[in-house]
């Protein structure tokens, strides 16, 4: 069983909003602090979202603004909300065990951390 899965992705128009949701076994958002990747075809994965379990939330340039993290401990998920899409947003995104420290620069996630999920697709065009 894997301890983080994705879901919630799907193709909108520019301008539009995807919701995702991240469901965590057992009680991991309690302990650890939960972030959002995404990868896109021939480009490296990149950390745009991060909450920590302490509260700190942190967002990379790319999406700090269009993108608001959250988090539901009675159901156990991280919610990625995503508005203003962009055809560069277009990636698989995924959610993993992350760092998240206050002023962090970029979002990294933990070296320890090699069970990814699926992900799920999120595809943004007209």
């Known amino acids: 069983q894997l301890p983080l899965v994705e879901s919630g992705g799907g193709s909108v128009q520019p301008g539009g909003s995807l919701r995702l949701t991240c469901a965590a076994s057992?009680?991991?958002?309690?302990?650890?602090?939960i972030g959002w990747f995404r990868q896109a075809p021939g480009k490296e994965r990149e950390g745009g979202s991060c909450?920590?379990?302490?509260?700190?939330?942190n967002y990379n340039n790319a999406v700090r603004g269009r993108f608001t993290i959250s988090r539901d401990l009675a159901n156990h998920t991280v919610i990625l909300q995503m508005n203003n899409l962009k055809p560069e947003d277009t990636a698989v995104y995924y959610c993993?065990?992350?760092?998240?420290?206050?002023?962090?620069?970029?979002?990294?996630?933990?070296?320890?951390?090699?069970?990814w999920g699926p992900g799920t697709q999120v595809t943004v065009s007209s």
């Open positions: 057992g009680y991991l958002l309690n302990i650890f602090n």
């Open positions: 993993a065990l992350t760092l998240c420290r206050e002023g962090d620069q970029t979002i990294e996630p933990r070296v320890d951390f090699h069970s």
């Open positions: 909450i920590a379990y302490g509260g700190n939330i």
